[in-house]
């Protein structure tokens, strides 16, 4: 069976497991009515399954290709965006003073889960292009938001963000590119970038770059980095796209997975950008892109993670051997674990999207701690969850799995990078037992106190769930003593057990919500099942992770880089 985006989950969780109600509670957001976001679901639903799903195999098959320094899309893909576009998908959450529907942040990260598990390589074009209008909004001069975000937000041009150069990967302070000025406050901006995702495009009437870049005399390291937009065509005095700027595309990576979208080596030799947010203040514009640009990436992984799950369970299903597959014990416990962990990971990236919209709907610094918090283990749980469902789907499929045909192995290829790209997940985990924990882990502490809440309210309410109710409680008091543990300790060891620290914290916060779920369920049924199968199965695994964490970083350097090379 095809793709078949599910609707209902997002209804029930953003109903019963992280309310939306508060949201649209809020003056900011009263238009979230209970009807809108079920509409909004309903239309985005109808075309990712219609539009973009049956693409998903074209852009694997048939890659984005290069011809004479011209960029062509895979087959199909000219038709996707454009209703992905017409359908104003782009600008869902975006301000409505330049065209954008204003919604909640949770409502479209439901929406881009939905496009990416219809046709990932399509909708990291719009994904990127939603962060560069954040970007904008927070960042530019009025004159660059009048120009640039009406056309980014209807769709009729793409964003792309340009950080990373050959010798500047995650060190983005080693950047070489450079900014001259030319008098009329424009610049000239000179550089190479690899990895641009969507750098070129023949879907869009422009493409504009966000490039970092060095002013002259600029200070070292990211000090002294700046942020420019640079369009591939310089709009003319109507705003059209008029003279091509003096950028090109190089080449195109050749990659594992992601094909149907065009991954560019970028040269910008003397192309003519404007600055975004001010002389070396391009790192804070930047992370505003890459922080929407993170949690989007961790939804990323959770589309695929249920594309693969539907495909594997269907193949169950139609299997036979010895009996329908799905009847056998191990198969069962592969896809039960598939599903129970896309249910926690959605429900996280759900969480804090919520909190995002509070954040910025009320203002509290309370919200605001809690969307940073849980940014790092949105992004790196999801994807997690993304690379362990899409292989467990191969082995589901057994040998028919390792056979490109089947297409079971796309989704492993696909998602593989989402781990990687917008910060890999071991700078999401040092960012979250370093920055986010600069306050003493309170904001960790705060939340931790609600899942010991809500545990101790299952257990009263509802005496079937008493035994998962005091798993959870135990669970969330470890952490918060692992917590304490971890704020007390130096920076080495804590980036050292950063990566189980956060794992540990995902499992923790993914038994609550299946709690939750459990508890929604007027007398148990098959939310408690799965509730169940994660908290006595997946659960567990937290403690293991929290013994890794407090091993420190000694024993990792008692090995020196000679012994590791023996």
Same mark, same amino acid.
């Given at each position: 069976?095809?793709?078949?985006?599910?609707?209902?989950?997002?209804?029930?969780?953003?109903?019963?497991?992280?309310?939306?109600?508060?949201?649209?509670?809020?003056?900011?957001?009263?238009?979230?009515?209970?009807?809108?976001?079920?509409?909004?679901?309903?239309?985005?639903?109808?075309?990712?399954?219609?539009?973009?799903?049956?693409?998903?195999?074209?852009?694997?098959?048939?890659?984005?290709?290069?011809?004479?320094?011209?960029?062509?899309?895979?087959?199909?893909?000219?038709?996707?965006?454009?209703?992905?576009?017409?359908?104003?998908?782009?600008?869902?959450?975006?301000?409505?003073?330049?065209?954008?529907?204003?919604?909640?942040?949770?409502?479209?990260?439901?929406?881009?889960?939905?496009?990416?598990?219809?046709?990932?390589?399509?909708?990291?074009?719009?994904?990127?292009?939603?962060?560069?209008?954040?970007?904008?909004?927070?960042?530019?001069?009025?004159?660059?938001?009048?120009?640039?975000?009406?056309?980014?937000?209807?769709?009729?041009?793409?964003?792309?963000?340009?950080?990373?150069?050959?010798?500047?990967?995650?060190?983005?302070?080693?950047?070489?590119?450079?900014?001259?000025?030319?008098?009329?406050?424009?610049?000239?901006?000179?550089?190479?970038?690899?990895?641009?995702?969507?750098?070129?495009?023949?879907?869009?009437?422009?493409?504009?770059?966000?490039?970092?870049?060095?002013?002259?005399?600029?200070?070292?390291?990211?000090?002294?980095?700046?942020?420019?937009?640079?369009?591939?065509?310089?709009?003319?005095?109507?705003?059209?796209?008029?003279?091509?700027?003096?950028?090109?595309?190089?080449?195109?990576?050749?990659?594992?997975?992601?094909?149907?979208?065009?991954?560019?080596?970028?040269?910008?030799?003397?192309?003519?950008?404007?600055?975004?947010?001010?002389?070396?203040?391009?790192?804070?514009?930047?992370?505003?892109?890459?922080?929407?640009?993170?949690?989007?990436?961790?939804?990323?992984?959770?589309?695929?993670?249920?594309?693969?799950?539907?495909?594997?369970?269907?193949?169950?299903?139609?299997?036979?051997?010895?009996?329908?597959?799905?009847?056998?014990?191990?198969?069962?416990?592969?896809?039960?674990?598939?599903?129970?962990?896309?249910?926690?990971?959605?429900?996280?990236?759900?969480?804090?999207?919520?909190?995002?919209?509070?954040?910025?709907?009320?203002?509290?610094?309370?919200?605001?701690?809690?969307?940073?918090?849980?940014?790092?283990?949105?992004?790196?749980?999801?994807?997690?969850?993304?690379?362990?469902?899409?292989?467990?789907?191969?082995?589901?499929?057994?040998?028919?799995?390792?056979?490109?045909?089947?297409?079971?192995?796309?989704?492993?290829?696909?998602?593989?990078?989402?781990?990687?790209?917008?910060?890999?997940?071991?700078?999401?985990?040092?960012?979250?037992?370093?920055?986010?924990?600069?306050?003493?882990?309170?904001?960790?502490? &705060? !939340? @931790?106190?609600?899942?010991?809440? /809500?545990?101790?309210? $299952? =257990?009263?309410?509802?005496?079937? #769930?008493?035994? +998962?109710?005091?798993?959870?409680?135990?669970?969330?008091?470890?952490?918060?003593?692992?917590?304490?543990?971890?704020?007390?300790?130096?920076?080495?060891?804590?980036?050292?057990?950063?990566?189980?620290?956060?794992?540990?914290?995902?499992?923790?916060?993914?038994?609550?919500?299946?709690?939750?779920?459990?508890?929604?369920?007027?007398?148990?049924?098959?939310?408690?099942?799965?509730?169940?199968?994660?908290?006595? &199965? !997946? @659960?567990?695994?937290?403690?293991? /992770?929290?013994?890794? $964490? =407090?091993?420190?970083?000694?024993? #990792?350097?008692? +090995?020196?880089?000679?012994?590791?090379?023996?």
């Amino acid at each position: 069976m095809p793709y078949r985006s599910p609707v209902g989950e997002f209804r029930f969780i953003l109903d019963q497991v992280v309310p939306l109600a508060p949201v649209a509670a809020t003056e900011r957001f009263a238009e979230a009515t209970g009807e809108t976001v079920d509409a909004i679901l309903t239309e985005a639903g109808r075309m990712c399954d219609e539009v973009l799903a049956p693409l998903q195999r074209n852009g694997d098959l048939h890659p984005a290709r290069l011809e004479n320094g011209v960029l062509r899309s895979s087959p199909g893909f000219a038709e996707g965006y454009a209703a992905i576009a017409e359908g104003g998908w782009v600008g869902l959450a975006a301000p409505q003073e330049f065209g954008g529907m204003g919604l909640p942040q949770a409502l479209n990260m439901a929406v881009n889960d939905m496009m990416s598990g219809a046709c990932l390589a399509l909708q990291l074009n719009p994904l990127l292009t939603q962060g560069q209008i954040e970007a904008l909004e927070h960042h530019a001069s009025d004159e660059l938001k009048a120009l640039y975000l009406p056309k980014l937000i209807s769709g009729e041009w793409s964003g792309t963000m340009n950080l990373t150069e050959p010798q500047a990967g995650s060190d983005v302070g080693a950047v070489r590119s450079k900014a001259d000025p030319n008098g009329d406050g424009t610049y000239a901006i000179t550089g190479q970038k690899i990895f641009i995702s969507w750098g070129d495009s023949d879907v869009t009437a422009n493409v504009c770059h966000l490039v970092l870049a060095r002013l002259p005399d600029a200070a070292p390291g990211t000090r002294g980095i700046s942020l420019f937009m640079v369009p591939k065509y310089i709009p003319d005095a109507d705003g059209a796209p008029g003279a091509r700027n003096s950028l090109k595309v190089v080449s195109l990576e050749h990659k594992m997975g992601l094909h149907g979208s065009p991954t560019c080596v970028m040269a910008f030799e003397g192309a003519t950008g404007w600055m975004v947010g001010g002389e070396a203040k391009g790192m804070a514009a930047m992370f505003t892109m890459m922080n929407n640009a993170r949690l989007a990436v961790g939804v990323q992984g959770i589309g695929v993670a249920e594309a693969a799950y539907q495909k594997a369970l269907d193949y169950a299903l139609d299997r036979k051997q010895m009996g329908a597959i799905i009847e056998h014990a191990d198969v069962r416990r592969m896809l039960a674990g598939m599903k129970a962990d896309i249910f926690a990971a959605r429900s996280i990236a759900l969480a804090c999207a919520v909190a995002l919209d509070m954040g910025r709907a009320t203002g509290e610094p309370e919200w605001q701690a809690r969307a940073a918090l849980l940014t790092p283990i949105a992004k790196a749980f999801g994807t997690d969850v993304g690379m362990a469902v899409s292989e467990t789907g191969v082995q589901i499929h057994g040998g028919m799995g390792f056979v490109e045909e089947t297409g079971a192995a796309q989704f492993y290829r696909d998602v593989r990078v989402t781990a990687i790209y917008e910060g890999t997940n071991g700078i999401q985990a040092m960012d979250l037992v370093g920055r986010k924990m600069m306050d003493g882990g309170e904001a960790a502490f &705060r !939340l @931790l106190q609600e899942v010991e809440d /809500a545990a101790n309210m $299952a =257990r009263a309410a509802r005496p079937e #769930l008493a035994d +998962l109710a005091e798993q959870v409680w135990t669970a969330a008091e470890t952490l918060r003593e692992a917590t304490e543990w971890l704020v007390r300790q130096e920076v080495q060891d804590r980036f050292a057990g950063a990566v189980p620290y956060l794992r540990a914290f995902a499992r923790v916060l993914g038994a609550h919500f299946h709690l939750k779920a459990a508890l929604a369920e007027a007398e148990a049924g098959p939310r408690a099942a799965l509730a169940r199968i994660y908290v006595t &199965r !997946l @659960l567990p695994q937290f403690a293991a /992770a929290l013994d890794e $964490a =407090r091993q420190g970083a000694e024993g #990792l350097y008692a +090995l020196s880089a000679e012994d590791l090379a023996a």
